[in-house]
Every structure is written in structure tokens, then in C-alpha cells.
């Protein structure tokens, strides 16, 4: 039985009146000692869901409205605040994006260790403290006994980071939530906070789940990612079948996006033209449809579900033989996925439902030739010979910021 | 944290004289004539020309200054034009009252404010929080003579609970030996003493500590909610700490620095606020002194007291400086 | 391309009216600010109007009515000298309100110019300016105005300059404050890359960013200086007619009444501190709208 199993969670955030749908349905499992990725831009749910895991959401505003949370045969959405308290810490542990604000600067080191030591086992202050130089020992900060009694701004930031890593690992849990760790951190610092988080999960047989916007965070460091998009999860597979052949239009425009060192010839980047939804309206039809180069008209109604590559009598849901799955009515080929855009003759992505263009065009029928200007995406001439042809980038034209809402 | 202290203090110098210069103004550089400012309707001619002589009033202007900082120097802070008897000794006899006052009033302040605070935060926008609200808005807006002359006619005229004016019962017969009521009667072995001195305490605190608490209330509400939206705080909790802790260890640990800085503040307006309310109550301290001089129009004394009042208001400031800077980590180990 | 950014956003929030706009939107939401700016408008309209509605002069006497309690012909009682509290109120608000006013003006026109000059030249001006305040400062709030007015003999014009002086350092850290953000921002830098004078520096950038703080600390410095006001008549450095119809000037000795006139305590204490709560919940409410960090 898998460790952690999410089923269909749904959080939404309300404030006077408005609502924020920032998880809509979210299903994952998750085996012991395997480490997941949650991959998606900012806003797109994935820190959510982890808060919601814990029961950390923002009150009043944020509830959990959906779904189960199943954690060792026990619905975490559903037990009281005092038997979440005992498995938080103890159970599960969460780590946060910046280390700086993320402990408390009038507390010295020691007294944040022993404190969450001593929450949750009754332990001598002297024994407490022993541990806590183990655990600082262990995550590579010199001379522990010395910077026990140190306040956290006399640490640098990676420093930081290490002792909410030894914090976190203190009661052995058995499932470690990373939220963009490293994201607030150096370059040259990520790699070794990364590795020491790698080696330290696998050493004790932790369960990860590591969130983050950079792809290449994960690249090294999972076995299995979900790539999220506004609130669903419209991607997963393991982290060497991803990056081999993506499936969802939303993979293959992030892989796109990240320039290679390994390509032979200079290859445009190509952005994925756009901004994501506006969460505060219930989700309707594909979430990534408005960005999609591969679109169909049923795009615009209907929301595809998670279904697996090839055909499959079982999904399997954790581990290395991990089912691929993705949720797409049109998915691009292996060729489009390694161009990172369409190839098929005359396809022109589905324009948005009918009355709105009549409405704008003013003519009763919709001409071809008018469906086409609106295309998001412009249609180059497909290239002879392997040639990149140049995208024309003014494809969308001005996008109105503020009338896009975000998610908070 | 030695360097920021002895910075702080080198600062408060330019200040210090800086209020020694409109003190001396306000004494020696009256639109008219400042001996017959000063002396008013007990000028006499003897009167006037030792006057005269005392203030240096022929001598130019930066010397009378010079003058008059040496005078401070000593501590001569000049004499009472009445009955000729020196400001700093009647200062210093009465002084203690006043203190006592504002230690109730303090007490007062943060007794209820803090708490107020605390649970304004914890049901904020609730109802709890809107009647707090409310009473933080009476105690800024209601004048603390109207509030304490109100309190005098509720609780000690109609009610008769508590005595309505005076620091004690005159025939207690209390002698005066450090000056602190709540000391001489303990010192004098009279506990029933001791309670009447505590009970007169009451309803003058209240007044004045009214607005000190709308303010610290106030504060401390805003300090606690800005803290809890702090990222250490949902490592607290993701830690699995009880809510107790997290708010006494983690929220209030922080929320305390603003607080302390506003109550350093506030002691400035104790200071200004005994004036009226030692009118009110017939409390026997220095703020009754300045009055009584007002309407005597003994203004050396006014002046004096005033300056008195802003260095100490100067010297509390600095303390407060120096308890923040003790309390912050990140100042103290800098 | 219209077509195109539909498409885009399929959601279409209402548009946003600038800054006042906005502000005077969410003003008129708040419910608590309303009370406040009905408060005002009532003392206001009293004040001016007090010749009209009073029903007996302030100073009239009517006959041996001494400490009345309040009945039908006096609304609010009489005092010590047979006078009718009610009118006395009504005329004491244009007092109030015209010291208070005047007050606040001359402390944001003295503090500021000084904190603005300060923020604006830095370095030694700066620092002198800035100590200055300080001591002003040291000397807290109601002793200030004693010991100006004490020095200044007692009048009207000298009481406004007393309350003036103890409001204007607010005012002189605001204007400080705004000129020193102004000098350090980028946006100056840009715009004086592109040509832009200092004047219109002044006028489009600087004066905006700190209208608002002003127009907050104005409203809140108002109910402050009506409370002080009333203060210094108490102590007696009020008007110098003491017979003026001033709300402190009313109370003053009040010890020696309270207990038979407690109506006069009442309603005066009413008077000063309803007009007090009027301006707090106004000052308020408008600190709360015009912070453009809590747009919507």
C-alpha cells in the first residue's frame, strides 16, 4: 500500500466574495522511500496541496473542499487539529522556500531543535540537545556545539537551510515536503543543499516530495514527476520518461523553454505565449487550452482526465514502472514533442467558442480565412529540410495584465 | 549592542541642550518684559531688581544662556516666586506621588492592554475584536478629565465604592517618609492604611492609563497579526508545536519589540496626562504643582517643571532604546 | 486583435478609476468612516449654525437658574452662572472647531516645510532640522502647549500656535520621509534622465505620495488638537475672557461641581469627546482606503 495517497483534492481559497479555485482535483500516490516531483509555474497549485496535506492552509481563507488526503490508512483532511499536530514533525515534515523568514530570529538554534524534539518525545533537555548536534553533524554544519546557541541571521543562507533540513529530519519522518528549497538560494549553493537533501532522504528511507518551477531541479534529484497546471495535475510519469517523450502540450512547452547545452545548432527558445488562467472562475474545459498550440474545439468543454500512454490493463501509481500518464485530447506526436510545436499539415488550433469571434469579426459566418487570423499560435511555413523556421512571435498581441487574476 | 548605546546617548546630547535653549527662551526671552512676565502681580521693586540681578537680564543674551546652564548644572532650578522656596526641593517632595500614579496607570496600560491585544488578534474580525476596537477608539477620544471626573461622579460620589479624590484618608495621618504612599504605610505598620492608599490609587490610574491602553491595545493587536503572518510561524506549526506555544513562544516572543518601543512613547504622554488628572483627583504631585503655578502665574516654576518632565520623558526614551536593542537579537549580537 | 486578447482572459474585472476614485469607493463602504463624517457634519453644521438654533446667548444669564438640572427650557442644564449649557455648547463648537482647523494647517504648513526641506538637502540640514523636531518631541504633547502658552500670554492666535506646535513634527516626519523616498527612487532617476524639471519633480511625484499620509495624519491631528484645546481651557489657559464659551474653559474647576452639576460634565465631555471619536473613525476610515497596497 502506497504511503501517501491523495485522492481528487480540491482546495479553494474565499475572501469577501471571491473565490480562488487554486486545487481542482488532485490525485497522486506516493511509495515509501521514493521521491516525487510537483513541477508547475507559480499559482498553478502545488505548494497548495502540500499546505492542505498538513492542514497549514491560511484560515479563515483556504479550505480544503474535496478529496482525501491518506496517510498510513488515516484521512489527514479529516482528523482533528491535536492528531494532525502529532503527525506533523513527527510524521510528515515540510521545509519552506526562505530559509531567513522561515525561523525565528529571536530564538536561538538550539531552542528551535530541542523545542521540536521535545514536542513530540519526552526527552531530557540535555538528550534533546545531544540529538541536535547530531542532526546539525549531519547536515555538514561545522563546529555544532559552538553555533547551538547562535541566533539564525548569523547564519548564511544555505546554512540556513541545512538547519531547517536537520529540523525537519529530527524525528525521522517518514515523508519530507520541499517546498522550492532552494529557490532562494545561490546557484552554486542549490547543488549542494539539493545533494545533501538527496543523500539524507535516501539514507534514512524518507519519502520526498519535492516542489519546484525549475525543471531542472528535478532532473537530478526524482524518480517520478506531476507536472501541475492551474490546479490539476496534467502530467505524470517517471522522471526519465518525461523528459524522454512528454505528452502534454504544457510538458513539452516547459522543456522547450529551457535552453540546452546539448543541441547542435542554436535553437530558438520557444515561450509558451500567454498567462494562466484566472483562477477565481470555476475551471471550464481544459485548463491550458488558451495557450495550447495543439487545441481542439472540445478542448474548450471539456477537461480531459488522466489517461495513460498506450494501451494498459493496470495503472500502476508509484515506483519505477510508473504508469505515464497525461490529460489531453490531442496530443502531439513524438516528432512535435521534440520540435516543441505542431507539425501537421493546416492545423490551426481550435479558436475559442464561435459567438465571441462573430460578435467581434461581424460577419455571420466565420470565414476560414478570418478563423485563422485569430489563431494564438501563427502557423509557420513548415520547414524544408530540417530548417527551423522563426515563429512569429506577435502571435498574441498585448496581453492585458491586469485583467488576468491570479491565484493568491 | 555597546556601540548602539553609546550612539543613542551621544545623540540624546544636541537634544538635551536643545531643550535647555526654548526652556531658557520660554524664561528669559518674553515678548515684553520678562521680570514682570514672571513676577506679574507680586512684582515689587526689591523683587524685581534681585530678579533682575539673579536672571542676568542686563548681561547679552549668551551669557544669561551660559548663566543659565550653569544654574541647571546645579540643579537650581530656580524659586518659586510665592513663597520663594526652591523648585527642585518641592520637585523632589512631590515627585513620588506622581510616579506612583504612573506606575498605576502603567500597570493599567499593559495589565489590560497586551491581553486586550492578544484577543483582538486571535478573533480579528470578529465581534470580540470590534468591541475592543471600540474601546481602544473611547480611550484615545475621551478626554481624561471628562473620563476621570465621570469616574469620580460613578464610583465615587454615586457608588461610593472607591474614594473619589485625594491619595489617602487625611485622617490616616500617615507620615511621609520616601514619599510613595504604598511604602510609608507599610513603613508605618498600618495595612488598613495601606489599602485605603491602594483604593485611592484606582480610579485616577484608570484615567490616566486610558489612553496609554487604547494605545498599547491597539499595537499590540496589529504587532501579533503582522507576526502571525510570518513564515516562522508556519514552521511552527508545520513543526507540530501546540498553538499555545506557537503564539506565547513564536508570535509574542516578536510582537513584544513594537510593543515595547510604543510603551516608551506613551510614558511621555503619563507624563503630560498627570498634569489633569492630578487636577481631577487633588492628587498632591508634580502635575498639581504645575497647575496651582499656572493659576498663581508663577511661570519660573511652569517652565522648570516642564523641562524637568522632557529630560526625564528623554532619559525613559533612552532606556526604552536600550531594552529594545537587548531584546532583538539581531541588535544585540551585532 | 481584440478577438485574440478575449481569448486570452476570459474574465473581465471591473476597471480600475485611479487612485481617488477608488479610495472615495471603498470610503463609502466603510462603515465606521461614515459615522465619523456623519459626526463631523453634525458638529460642523452645529458650529456654524449656533446663532441660529441656540436658544439663549452664551454669555446670557437667566436670572437665579444656577445649576439647574436639565429640563425643557434648558435642554443640557445650567451652570455656576445661571447660563444655558446647550447654547453654550453650540458656540463652543465653532471654538473648537476653528482653533482645531487652524491648528493643523499651521503644524502641516511649519512641520511640513522643515521636514520637507530636511529630506530634500540631507546631510547637515538634515540633521539639525531633524534634532530640532526632536527636541520639540522631547517636550510631550499638552506641556508643549502649556509652556508656549504660558510664554505667549494667553489668546486665541497664541493657543493655535501652541497646538500647532505640538502636531507639526508628525508632519515634519512625513514631508521628510516623502523626500528622502523621492530623492532615492528610481523613478526620479528616470524621469530626470528625461529631461524633467525639479518643480515637476516636486509638484507630479513628490506631492502625491504624500498627500495621502497627510490627508490621514490631518484628520487624526484634528481630533488630537480638539481634546488639546479643551485641555488648555481646563487648565485655564483658555481664551483669556474666561467667560467665553469654550468647552475646556467650561470645565475648569470642576472639582468643585461635579457633584451637584454632573450634567455639565457630561454633556461638554460629550461634546469634545463625540467630536474627538468623529475625526479618529474619519481619519481611519481614510487610512485604510487610500492605502493603494490594499487595492482590491
Not at chain 3, 520637507?116 to 531633524?130: E, N, R
Given at each position: 500500500m502506497a504511503l501517501l495517497a491523495v485522492e481528487d483534492l480540491v482546495v479553494r481559497f474565499r475572501t469577501h466574495g471571491s473565490v480562488v479555485h487554486a486545487v481542482n482535483g488532485v490525485s497522486f500516490e506516493l511509495a515509501a522511500g521514493e521521491t516525487l516531483g510537483l513541477v508547475g509555474e507559480s499559482g498553478c497549485g502545488k505548494s497548495v496541496t502540500s499546505l492542505a496535506m498538513m492542514g497549514l492552509l491560511p484560515k479563515p481563507a483556504g479550505r480544503v473542499e474535496g478529496g482525501r488526503v491518506m496517510f498510513d490508512g488515516l484521512d489527514l483532511v479529516t482528523l482533528s487539529e491535536r492528531d494532525l499536530r502529532d503527525i506533523r514533525g513527527r510524521e510528515i515534515a515540510m521545509i519552506f522556500q526562505d530559509p531567513m523568514t522561515s525561523l525565528n530570529p529571536v530564538l536561538t538554534i538550539e531552542e528551535q531543535m530541542v523545542e521540536t524534539i521535545q514536542a513530540h518525545k519526552k526527552t531530557t533537555h540535555d538528550d534533546a540537545r545531544k540529538r541536535a548536534i547530531e542532526l546539525l553533524t549531519m547536515v555538514g554544519i561545522p563546529r555544532p556545539e559552538n553555533r547551538l546557541k547562535s541566533y539564525p541571521h548569523e547564519f548564511s543562507g544555505g546554512m540556513r537551510q541545512r538547519v531547517m533540513i536537520a529540523i525537519a529530519l529530527a524525528l525521522e519522518p517518514r515523508l519530507m515536503i520541499a517546498d522550492e528549497p532552494t529557490t532562494a538560494l545561490d546557484v552554486t549553493i542549490q547543488a549542494q543543499v539539493l545533494e545533501l537533501l538527496s543523500r539524507l532522504t535516501t539514507d534514512s528511507d524518507t519519502a520526498l516530495i519535492l516542489i519546484t518551477h525549475d525543471l531542472g531541479v528535478v532532473a537530478g534529484m526524482t524518480q517520478r514527476i506531476n507536472v501541475?497546471?492551474?490546479?490539476?495535475?496534467?502530467?505524470?510519469?517517471?522522471?526519465?520518461?518525461?523528459?524522454?517523450?512528454?505528452?502534454?502540450?504544457?510538458?513539452?512547452?516547459?522543456?522547450?523553454?529551457?535552453?540546452?547545452?546539448?543541441?547542435?545548432?542554436?535553437?530558438?527558445?520557444?515561450?509558451?505565449?500567454?498567462?494562466?488562467?484566472?483562477?477565481?472562475?470555476?475551471?471550464?474545459?481544459?485548463?491550458?487550452?488558451?495557450?495550447?498550440?495543439?487545441?481542439?474545439?472540445?478542448?474548450?468543454?471539456?477537461?480531459?482526465p488522466l489517461t495513460p500512454v498506450g494501451l494498459v490493463g493496470r495503472v500502476t501509481t508509484t515506483g519505477s514502472g510508473a504508469t505515464h500518464r497525461f490529460a489531453c485530447h490531442n496530443p502531439p506526436t513524438a516528432e512535435e514533442a521534440a520540435a516543441g510545436r505542431p507539425l501537421r499539415d493546416g492545423f490551426v488550433a481550435a479558436a475559442p467558442p464561435g459567438t465571441v469571434i462573430e460578435r467581434l469579426v461581424g460577419a455571420d459566418d466565420v470565414a476560414p480565412a478570418a478563423a485563422e487570423e485569430v489563431a494564438l499560435f501563427e502557423m509557420p511555413e513548415p520547414g524544408a529540410k530540417g530548417l527551423p523556421v522563426e515563429p512569429d512571435a506577435g502571435g498574441t498581441g498585448d496581453d492585458d495584465d491586469a485583467s488576468q487574476g491570479r491565484p493568491t | 549592542m555597546l556601540k548602539y548605546v553609546v550612539r543613542r546617548l551621544i545623540a540624546a546630547i544636541p537634544v538635551l541642550f536643545g531643550l535647555s535653549i526654548v526652556v531658557f527662551a520660554f524664561v528669559h526671552l518674553l515678548p515684553g518684559d520678562p521680570v514682570a512676565a514672571l513676577l506679574g502681580q507680586h512684582a515689587t521693586p526689591d523683587l524685581t531688581r534681585q530678579i533682575r540681578e539673579q536672571m542676568g537680564l542686563d548681561k547679552p543674551i549668551y551669557e544669561q544662556y551660559l548663566i543659565y546652564l550653569g544654574q541647571l548644572a546645579?540643579?537650581?532650578?530656580?524659586?518659586?516666586?510665592?513663597?520663594?522656596?526652591?523648585?527642585?526641593?518641592?520637585?523632589?517632595?512631590?515627585?513620588?506621588?506622581?510616579?506612583?500614579?504612573?506606575?498605576?496607570?502603567?500597570?493599567?496600560?499593559?495589565?489590560?492592554?497586551?491581553?486586550?491585544?492578544?484577543?483582538?488578534?486571535?478573533?480579528?474580525?470578529?465581534?470580540?475584536?470590534?468591541?475592543?476596537?471600540?474601546?481602544?477608539?473611547?480611550?484615545?477620544?475621551?478626554?481624561?478629565?471628562?473620563l476621570g471626573y465621570t469616574l469620580q461622579f460613578l464610583f465615587g460620589a454615586t457608588l461610593q465604592w472607591l474614594p473619589a479624590s485625594g491619595r489617602i484618608n487625611p485622617r490616616l495621618n500617615i507620615e511621609a517618609v520616601t514619599g510613595f504612599m504604598l511604602v510609608d504605610t507599610l513603613l508605618a505598620r498600618r495595612v488598613d492604611a495601606f489599602f485605603d492608599a491602594l483604593r485611592s490609587l484606582i480610579l485616577p490610574s484608570i484615567a490616566l492609563g486610558s489612553i496609554p491602553l487604547a494605545i498599547i491595545t491597539r499595537i499590540t493587536r496589529a504587532a501579533v497579526l503582522d507576526v502571525s503572518n510570518e513564515d516562522y510561524v508556519r514552521t511552527a506549526r508545520a513543526k507540530g508545536l501546540t498553538e499555545r506555544r506557537v503564539s506565547d513562544r513564536h508570535i509574542m516572543r516578536n510582537a513584544w519589540l513594537p510593543v515595547v518601543t510604543v510603551i516608551g512613547l506613551q510614558v511621555g504622554g503619563l507624563l503630560a496626562g498627570a498634569v489633569i488628572t492630578e487636577t481631577v483627583f487633588s492628587w498632591s504631585g508634580v502635575g498639581s504643582y504645575i497647575v496651582n503655578a499656572i493659576q498663581d502665574h508663577d511661570y519660573l516654576v511652569v517652565q522648570s517643571t516642564i523641562l524637568v518632565f522632557a529630560t526625564i520623558f528623554l532619559i525613559v526614551n533612552l532606556l526604552v532604546d536600550i531594552t529594545y536593542a537587548f531584546l532583538n537579537p539581531r541588535i544585540r549580537y551585532s | 486583435m481584440a478577438a485574440t486578447t478575449t481569448a486570452a482572459n476570459l474574465a473581465q474585472p471591473r476597471a480600475s478609476r485611479g487612485l481617488w476614485g477608488d479610495a472615495a469607493r471603498r470610503l463609502l463602504r466603510n462603515g465606521p468612516a461614515l459615522i465619523g463624517l456623519a459626526i463631523i457634519a453634525i458638529f460642523v453644521i452645529a458650529a456654524i449654525l449656533a446663532p441660529v438654533i441656540a436658544p439663549f446667548e452664551p454669555l446670557q444669564r437667566d436670572g437665579s437658574q444656577v445649576f439647574k438640572p436639565p429640563s425643557a427650557t434648558h435642554l443640557m442644564g445650567t451652570d455656576r452662572q445661571a447660563r444655558d449649557v446647550f447654547s453654550r455648547i453650540l458656540f463652543g463648537a465653532q471654538i473648537s472647531l476653528l482653533v482645531g482647523v487652524v491648528s493643523v494647517i499651521m503644524g502641516v504648513a511649519m512641520g511640513g516645510t522643515v521636514g520637507a526641506i530636511a529630506g530634500a538637502f540631507g546631510g547637515k540640514a538634515d540633521a539639525v532640522l531633524m534634532r530640532t523636531v526632536d527636541v520639540l518631541l522631547a517636550i510631550p504633547g499638552i506641556l508643549l502647549a502649556i509652556g508656549i502658552v504660558v510664554w505667549l500670554d494667553r489668546g486665541l492666535v497664541q493657543i493655535m500656535f501652541a497646538v500647532a506646535a505640538t502636531n507639526a513634527p508628525i508632519f515634519a516626519r512625513i514631508l521628510r520621509g516623502s523626500m528622502l523616498a523621492l530623492r532615492e527612487s528610481d523613478y526620479v532617476t528616470a524621469a530626470r534622465s528625461m529631461g524633467a524639471s525639479t518643480g515637476r519633480l516636486l509638484l507630479r511625484h513628490m506631492l502625491p505620495n504624500a498627500l495621502t499620509p497627510i490627508i490621514v495624519a490631518s484628520t487624526l491631528a484634528l481630533a488630537t488638537a480638539i481634546i488639546d484645546v479643551a485641555g488648555l481651557g481646563f487648565l485655564g489657559l483658555g481664551p483669556p475672557d474666561p467667560r467665553t464659551a469654550e468647552w475646556g474653559t467650561m470645565l475648569t474647576g470642576a472639582t468643585s461641581f461635579?457633584?451637584?452639576?454632573?450634567?455639565?460634565?457630561?454633556?461638554?465631555?460629550?461634546?469634545?469627546?463625540?467630536?474627538?471619536?468623529?475625526?479618529?473613525?474619519?481619519?481611519?476610515?481614510?487610512?485604510?482606503?487610500?492605502?493603494?497596497?490594499?487595492?482590491?
Amino acid at each position: 500500500m502506497a504511503l501517501l495517497a491523495v485522492e481528487d483534492l480540491v482546495v479553494r481559497f474565499r475572501t469577501h466574495g471571491s473565490v480562488v479555485h487554486a486545487v481542482n482535483g488532485v490525485s497522486f500516490e506516493l511509495a515509501a522511500g521514493e521521491t516525487l516531483g510537483l513541477v508547475g509555474e507559480s499559482g498553478c497549485g502545488k505548494s497548495v496541496t502540500s499546505l492542505a496535506m498538513m492542514g497549514l492552509l491560511p484560515k479563515p481563507a483556504g479550505r480544503v473542499e474535496g478529496g482525501r488526503v491518506m496517510f498510513d490508512g488515516l484521512d489527514l483532511v479529516t482528523l482533528s487539529e491535536r492528531d494532525l499536530r502529532d503527525i506533523r514533525g513527527r510524521e510528515i515534515a515540510m521545509i519552506f522556500q526562505d530559509p531567513m523568514t522561515s525561523l525565528n530570529p529571536v530564538l536561538t538554534i538550539e531552542e528551535q531543535m530541542v523545542e521540536t524534539i521535545q514536542a513530540h518525545k519526552k526527552t531530557t533537555h540535555d538528550d534533546a540537545r545531544k540529538r541536535a548536534i547530531e542532526l546539525l553533524t549531519m547536515v555538514g554544519i561545522p563546529r555544532p556545539e559552538n553555533r547551538l546557541k547562535s541566533y539564525p541571521h548569523e547564519f548564511s543562507g544555505g546554512m540556513r537551510q541545512r538547519v531547517m533540513i536537520a529540523i525537519a529530519l529530527a524525528l525521522e519522518p517518514r515523508l519530507m515536503i520541499a517546498d522550492e528549497p532552494t529557490t532562494a538560494l545561490d546557484v552554486t549553493i542549490q547543488a549542494q543543499v539539493l545533494e545533501l537533501l538527496s543523500r539524507l532522504t535516501t539514507d534514512s528511507d524518507t519519502a520526498l516530495i519535492l516542489i519546484t518551477h525549475d525543471l531542472g531541479v528535478v532532473a537530478g534529484m526524482t524518480q517520478r514527476i506531476n507536472v501541475m497546471y492551474a490546479g490539476f495535475v496534467v502530467e505524470t510519469a517517471t522522471t526519465v520518461d518525461l523528459f524522454e517523450r512528454p505528452w502534454h502540450p504544457y510538458t513539452v512547452g516547459l522543456l522547450h523553454s529551457i535552453p540546452r547545452l546539448d543541441e547542435e545548432r542554436p535553437e530558438q527558445l520557444i515561450p509558451i505565449e500567454g498567462v494562466p488562467p484566472d483562477q477565481r472562475r470555476e475551471p471550464v474545459g481544459c485548463p491550458f487550452a488558451p495557450r495550447c498550440a495543439w487545441r481542439l474545439d472540445v478542448c474548450w468543454t471539456d477537461n480531459p482526465p488522466l489517461t495513460p500512454v498506450g494501451l494498459v490493463g493496470r495503472v500502476t501509481t508509484t515506483g519505477s514502472g510508473a504508469t505515464h500518464r497525461f490529460a489531453c485530447h490531442n496530443p502531439p506526436t513524438a516528432e512535435e514533442a521534440a520540435a516543441g510545436r505542431p507539425l501537421r499539415d493546416g492545423f490551426v488550433a481550435a479558436a475559442p467558442p464561435g459567438t465571441v469571434i462573430e460578435r467581434l469579426v461581424g460577419a455571420d459566418d466565420v470565414a476560414p480565412a478570418a478563423a485563422e487570423e485569430v489563431a494564438l499560435f501563427e502557423m509557420p511555413e513548415p520547414g524544408a529540410k530540417g530548417l527551423p523556421v522563426e515563429p512569429d512571435a506577435g502571435g498574441t498581441g498585448d496581453d492585458d495584465d491586469a485583467s488576468q487574476g491570479r491565484p493568491t | 549592542m555597546l556601540k548602539y548605546v553609546v550612539r543613542r546617548l551621544i545623540a540624546a546630547i544636541p537634544v538635551l541642550f536643545g531643550l535647555s535653549i526654548v526652556v531658557f527662551a520660554f524664561v528669559h526671552l518674553l515678548p515684553g518684559d520678562p521680570v514682570a512676565a514672571l513676577l506679574g502681580q507680586h512684582a515689587t521693586p526689591d523683587l524685581t531688581r534681585q530678579i533682575r540681578e539673579q536672571m542676568g537680564l542686563d548681561k547679552p543674551i549668551y551669557e544669561q544662556y551660559l548663566i543659565y546652564l550653569g544654574q541647571l548644572a546645579r540643579l537650581d532650578l530656580g524659586k518659586s516666586v510665592i513663597n520663594n522656596r526652591p523648585v527642585i526641593e518641592e520637585l523632589a517632595r512631590r515627585f513620588p506621588a506622581t510616579i506612583e500614579l504612573s506606575a498605576g496607570a502603567l500597570l493599567v496600560a499593559i495589565g489590560l492592554g497586551i491581553p486586550l491585544g492578544r484577543l483582538a488578534a486571535s478573533y480579528a474580525q470578529r465581534w470580540p475584536d470590534a468591541v475592543v476596537t471600540v474601546i481602544s477608539l473611547l480611550g484615545i477620544s475621551i478626554p481624561i478629565f471628562v473620563l476621570g471626573y465621570t469616574l469620580q461622579f460613578l464610583f465615587g460620589a454615586t457608588l461610593q465604592w472607591l474614594p473619589a479624590s485625594g491619595r489617602i484618608n487625611p485622617r490616616l495621618n500617615i507620615e511621609a517618609v520616601t514619599g510613595f504612599m504604598l511604602v510609608d504605610t507599610l513603613l508605618a505598620r498600618r495595612v488598613d492604611a495601606f489599602f485605603d492608599a491602594l483604593r485611592s490609587l484606582i480610579l485616577p490610574s484608570i484615567a490616566l492609563g486610558s489612553i496609554p491602553l487604547a494605545i498599547i491595545t491597539r499595537i499590540t493587536r496589529a504587532a501579533v497579526l503582522d507576526v502571525s503572518n510570518e513564515d516562522y510561524v508556519r514552521t511552527a506549526r508545520a513543526k507540530g508545536l501546540t498553538e499555545r506555544r506557537v503564539s506565547d513562544r513564536h508570535i509574542m516572543r516578536n510582537a513584544w519589540l513594537p510593543v515595547v518601543t510604543v510603551i516608551g512613547l506613551q510614558v511621555g504622554g503619563l507624563l503630560a496626562g498627570a498634569v489633569i488628572t492630578e487636577t481631577v483627583f487633588s492628587w498632591s504631585g508634580v502635575g498639581s504643582y504645575i497647575v496651582n503655578a499656572i493659576q498663581d502665574h508663577d511661570y519660573l516654576v511652569v517652565q522648570s517643571t516642564i523641562l524637568v518632565f522632557a529630560t526625564i520623558f528623554l532619559i525613559v526614551n533612552l532606556l526604552v532604546d536600550i531594552t529594545y536593542a537587548f531584546l532583538n537579537p539581531r541588535i544585540r549580537y551585532s | 486583435m481584440a478577438a485574440t486578447t478575449t481569448a486570452a482572459n476570459l474574465a473581465q474585472p471591473r476597471a480600475s478609476r485611479g487612485l481617488w476614485g477608488d479610495a472615495a469607493r471603498r470610503l463609502l463602504r466603510n462603515g465606521p468612516a461614515l459615522i465619523g463624517l456623519a459626526i463631523i457634519a453634525i458638529f460642523v453644521i452645529a458650529a456654524i449654525l449656533a446663532p441660529v438654533i441656540a436658544p439663549f446667548e452664551p454669555l446670557q444669564r437667566d436670572g437665579s437658574q444656577v445649576f439647574k438640572p436639565p429640563s425643557a427650557t434648558h435642554l443640557m442644564g445650567t451652570d455656576r452662572q445661571a447660563r444655558d449649557v446647550f447654547s453654550r455648547i453650540l458656540f463652543g463648537a465653532q471654538i473648537s472647531l476653528l482653533v482645531g482647523v487652524v491648528s493643523v494647517i499651521m503644524g502641516v504648513a511649519m512641520g511640513g516645510t522643515v521636514g520637507a526641506i530636511a529630506g530634500a538637502f540631507g546631510g547637515k540640514a538634515d540633521a539639525v532640522l531633524m534634532r530640532t523636531v526632536d527636541v520639540l518631541l522631547a517636550i510631550p504633547g499638552i506641556l508643549l502647549a502649556i509652556g508656549i502658552v504660558v510664554w505667549l500670554d494667553r489668546g486665541l492666535v497664541q493657543i493655535m500656535f501652541a497646538v500647532a506646535a505640538t502636531n507639526a513634527p508628525i508632519f515634519a516626519r512625513i514631508l521628510r520621509g516623502s523626500m528622502l523616498a523621492l530623492r532615492e527612487s528610481d523613478y526620479v532617476t528616470a524621469a530626470r534622465s528625461m529631461g524633467a524639471s525639479t518643480g515637476r519633480l516636486l509638484l507630479r511625484h513628490m506631492l502625491p505620495n504624500a498627500l495621502t499620509p497627510i490627508i490621514v495624519a490631518s484628520t487624526l491631528a484634528l481630533a488630537t488638537a480638539i481634546i488639546d484645546v479643551a485641555g488648555l481651557g481646563f487648565l485655564g489657559l483658555g481664551p483669556p475672557d474666561p467667560r467665553t464659551a469654550e468647552w475646556g474653559t467650561m470645565l475648569t474647576g470642576a472639582t468643585s461641581f461635579y457633584r451637584q452639576a454632573p450634567w455639565i460634565i457630561f454633556f461638554t465631555g460629550a461634546a469634545i469627546s463625540v467630536s474627538a471619536i468623529g475625526f479618529n473613525l474619519l481619519g481611519d476610515g481614510l487610512r485604510e482606503s487610500l492605502d493603494p497596497r490594499l487595492k482590491r
